[in-house]
């Protein structure tokens, strides 16, 4: 055709089959049965790689993007089954689990880890172009895959929504007019039971349908010592259906897709307990024993107590030594309750492309996605727990986006241009349940609508036949309604206890007189806001030859502001009191991709400045007497780092494979109102380093036969991550986690393969995330990744 067909549906659904896994795009074309053929047995080096970060297919080495491409293949390979198996593995990319289930993205240190009303992703998160704007439930989507895409640094100009850091595609395989499909099972410690599949199904002429599974069963690591239960369980369950029309120059494609989790919620190992935290001297005032007396560190990192006994709110208990003004009154919730997490979501897509000439295509995605989360997280996990926190969200999004793009000019010219509108609801209500903070208990319901309009452009340019300009912009128009509802304020007030005149007050007055003595009014709050930005991009590129590229450019980022939702006071007004700026982002990059000894060596270089202003951080400080979550446009900052990657070989059997990346970040200014902050305090949790290696071989057995054992390593370097006041006072340790596979394909691309596997091998202790003794609570604990595993698994592809 006279020029690049621009149909997004098949452009960004173009299966990039048996690409290598290594950060930088590296990735490979060529499926496992095409490398074994007769032809790829003379042939030195790789296939050309293709990528699709700029919304159109292109060869890596001509694609001026810093950006990771993974196949299902490689997601195979590395035993890469949720985004948390990514850590290391793609570089700069840092993901943190979410007590409200799924992942959060931290792209080259910009991310952000807290789930209320009023939190946006600062790295976009993209499934089959749908923009997912909350996160719970993003690991759900992780079946039946045909490319991942981990893009670094702003994208404003190409992709409808937040993107300020960076973006994550992933891309589902797309229905064929083939009969086809493939199942998997995977059997593993811990009881894993692990099965997967999809059937491709042509329905008529031009009429296609693809129907998917996977379903996901794991006990916990963490065992209870006080009951039989365990934590960090995993019940999984997905289903989509898809169908797709093709006839003439339209396409159409329709998704719908159901996902389902139920565990038993965030699973922490406490670490320390620290008497003279306001919350365990709470507790000790009612109680003969102290709190770290009864329950001190049992010192294993994967034993907890369990045994969960207590109720919301704590004036209704009775404890050895007082009895709370509202017990026996018939109003305790949350019973013994043990830590869980509900998840659900839905979503229907709909993507329209036809093509208006051979050149320019018109693009339309629709699409709605409704999901929630129910979870209940204690901080000890202990009878008498001293924190803990039922949590209940909804979301739901309507998404619309139009793109008219393809070339002009005899090619020379490349745009894409668009229109995009978003539309949020999300409701979040947090009721604390059994805790030694609130004792007549806290509810915090919040809502939020979210508008956004946004228009954005790209047009690449080639000046000569090597020299090619990129221009690009989006201005985004964003709108949010909140409300909030807040109680947990005690009155002045006093009543008689046991015949003596009694004082209300914190923690013991309101412990002793109840909610009917000593409960106040609610606050409630409503307020609107805008906010607009401009996100500009331009580029230059250059093929020095063949196998030798380069290229620099400078982009914009633009993140919307918002209001602080969980008040501590009733607004005079009824508006809330306390606002945010929008964050912006300034990113400058520049590139080298080589293809090196007859195309048997790749190597991509990248380094970044980035210049970061208007942080908007998240910190808890007191509202009355409770440790809440806000918002602060807190300070500027600035970031550099290099991202390197590999991809050798040697042999046709034989492939090497790694990256590097580093990350530098310091604060510039502070904004006085940032108290909890200085110029000395990490800018994020994001590691300084991380770094991945792999080695695979191919032994072929017989005509068609291969059997190709592989190992990996991961590695992640410290990391801040706890504080208390201005200063952190803990880290994450540094760790490297060693992997392997041994598969065995008979012959041919189709047919069975059978394998094992072992991940965390030397079964390390992961540290994902800590809290220090933060915010008062006197427990310091942290997330612990999944210990050793190691397993089989059998799959057929027909």
Request: proline fraction near 4%; glycine fraction near 10%.
């Amino acid at each position: 055709m006279a020029g690049i067909r621009l149909s997004l549906i098949h452009l960004l659904s173009a299966s990039v089959l048996g690409l290598f896994p290594v950060a930088g795009a590296v990735a490979q074309t060529a499926t496992a049965g095409t490398a074994d053929s007769g032809d790829a047995a003379d042939t030195a080096g790789q296939d050309d790689i293709i990528v699709t970060a700029r919304r159109r297919a292109e060869n890596l080495l001509t694609t001026p993007v810093s950006a990771t491409v993974l196949s299902s293949a490689d997601l195979t390979q590395q035993n890469v089954r949720t985004f948390q198996d990514l850590r290391g593995a793609v570089s700069n990319l840092e993901l943190t689990p979410l007590l409200s289930g799924g992942t959060s993205f931290t792209i080259r240190g910009i991310g952000q880890t807290f789930n209320q009303v009023n939190s946006d992703t600062k790295a976009g998160f993209y499934v089959d172009e749908m923009y997912v704007s909350r996160l719970e439930g993003n690991d759900l989507y992780f079946y039946d895959i045909a490319s991942l895409q981990v893009l670094k640094g702003p994208q404003g100009n190409l992709f409808g929504k937040n993107t300020t850091a960076g973006a994550v595609l992933l891309t589902t395989q797309r229905p064929t007019d083939r009969f086809e499909g493939y199942a998997q099972l995977r059997l593993g410690s811990y009881h894993r039971v692990d099965s997967e599949g999809a059937i491709n199904l042509p329905l008529a002429d031009g009429i296609s349908s693809r129907l998917s599974f996977r379903t996901q069963d794991a006990d916990g690591p963490i065992r209870h010592l006080l009951d039989d239960g365990r934590s960090g369980n995993v019940r999984n369950r997905s289903g989509r259906l898809q169908l797709r029309a093709e006839k003439g120059p339209l396409t159409v494609d329709l998704l719908g897709e159901y996902n389902w989790s139920r565990t038993d919620g965030g699973a922490t190992i406490p670490v320390g307990c620290l008497s003279t935290a306001a919350y365990i001297k709470n507790y000790d005032a009612l109680h003969s024993v102290p709190y770290c007396t009864a329950y001190p560190v049992l010192g294993k990192d994967d034993l907890v107590y369990g045994g969960a006994t207590l109720t919301a709110p704590t004036s209704a208990l009775v404890t050895d030594i007082a009895s709370g003004g509202d017990a026996g009154k018939g109003i305790a919730r949350y019973v013994g309750r043990g830590p869980f997490n509900h998840t659900d979501a839905t979503t229907l897509n709909g993507r329209i492309n036809y093509q208006l000439t051979d050149a320019i295509a018109l693009h339309s995605v629709t699409t709605y996605r409704r999901s929630q989360a129910t979870f209940y997280t204690p901080v000890n996990n202990s009878p008498n727990d001293i924190y803990a926190e039922y949590d209940h969200t909804r979301s739901t999004q309507v998404t619309q986006e139009l793109t008219l793009g393809g070339t002009a000019f005899d090619e020379r010219l490349t745009f894409l241009a668009g229109l995009y509108y978003f539309n949020q609801k999300t409701t979040f209500l947090q009721d604390t349940g059994p805790d030694w903070i609130d004792p007549l208990g806290y509810i915090y319901d919040a809502s939020l609508k979210y508008e956004s309009y946004a228009a954005f452009a790209q047009a690449s340019f080639k000046v000569t036949d090597r020299l090619e300009l990129t221009l690009g912009g989006r201005y985004t128009h964003d709108r949010k309604i909140g409300a909030s509802y807040v109680f947990f304020a005690g009155k002045a007030g006093s009543f008689l206890h046991n015949g003596v005149l009694t004082q209300c007050g914190y923690f013991t007055g309101d412990f002793l007189g109840g909610l009917a003595n000593c409960a106040g009014d609610p606050f409630t709050a409503r307020d609107t806001h805008s906010w607009q930005g401009f996100d500009p991009k331009i580029q230059l590129s250059y093929r020095w030859t063949d196998t030798l590229f380069t290229y620099a450019s400078a982009a914009h980022g633009y993140n919307a502001g918002g209001f602080n939702q969980q008040i501590g006071s009733q607004p005079a007004n009824g508006r809330f009191p306390s606002f945010y700026d929008p964050e912006k982002l300034w990113s400058y990059e520049a590139g080298i991709k080589a293809e090196l000894f007859d195309r048997r060596a790749i190597i991509n270089l990248s380094g970044f400045y980035q210049k970061y202003t208007d942080i908007q951080s998240g910190v808890n400080v007191l509202i009355g007497t409770i440790s809440t979550r806000q918002v602060q446009s807190a300070a500027s900052a600035h970031e550099a780092g290099f991202e390197g990657e590999f991809v050798l070989r040697p042999t046709r059997d034989l492939t090497l494979r790694g990256n590097l990346a580093y990350l530098s970040q310091a604060y510039d200014s502070i904004r006085p109102n940032a108290v909890t902050l200085t110029l000395d305090t990490p800018v994020s949790s994001a590691p300084k380093y991380t770094y991945s290696a792999a080695l695979s071989y191919d032994l072929h057995v017989g005509a068609t036969g291969r059997l190709t054992p592989s190992l990996d390593v991961r590695g992640v370097g410290s990391k801040p991550a706890c504080q208390a006041g201005a200063d952190y006072v803990c880290k994450l340790p540094a760790y490297a986690l060693l992997g392997f596979r041994l598969d065995f394909v008979p012959g041919g691309a189709k047919g069975w393969r059978i394998g094992v596997y072992g991940t965390n091998v030397l079964d390390k202790t992961v540290q994902l995330a800590r809290t220090g003794y933060f915010g008062d609570f006197g427990i310091d604990r942290f997330t612990p990744g999944r210990p050793r595993e190691l397993g089989v698994e059998a799959a057929v592809k027909f």
